[in-house]
């Protein structure tokens, strides 16, 4: 349940994608940094819930990934045209994390990237392709 803090980190990373200090029933806090007021508290059993249960600010990683594509068309006769090919896709072979960050608060990794340890996106692909046109 939200405390009216803000949870927005100036410098997020895969371990702490927000702010994950939660004030627990028992008045202890969990998840919190030196010095980090509670932005979280846990709900009381049969307490009316006044508020979203999607947290829509929390984002996703942003994508980084570059296509590029090289053509070279040769015209053979008047009317006739060779055209070769070649595409590659995520040219940078940039790996991605396209899960996004755990934000159920009873979880452990509360805060966490879920997909921080396996590659979300696929490799490099170089696809060569010829064409005749007439």
Request: with cysteine; net charge positive.
């Amino acid at each position: 349940m939200p405390t009216g803090v803000s949870p927005k980190l100036d410098n997020p990373n895969r371990d702490r994608w927000f702010n994950t200090c939660t004030l627990l029933s028992n008045g202890a806090t969990r998840g919190c940094l030196q010095g980090e007021t509670p932005v979280w508290t846990v709900r009381q059993p049969f307490q009316l819930q006044t508020w979203s249960n999607r947290i829509t600010w929390v984002r996703r990683p942003g994508i980084k990934n570059l296509d590029a594509s090289i053509l070279k068309n040769t015209h053979i006769t008047e009317k006739v045209l060779w055209q070769f090919r070649a595409d590659f896709l995520n040219a940078t072979n940039t790996v991605q994390f396209f899960n996004g960050p755990i934000t159920d608060v009873n979880n452990g990794l509360f805060g966490r990237l879920a997909g921080a340890v396996t590659q979300s996106n696929l490799p490099r692909f170089i696809q060569l392709s010829m064409r005749v046109q007439f």
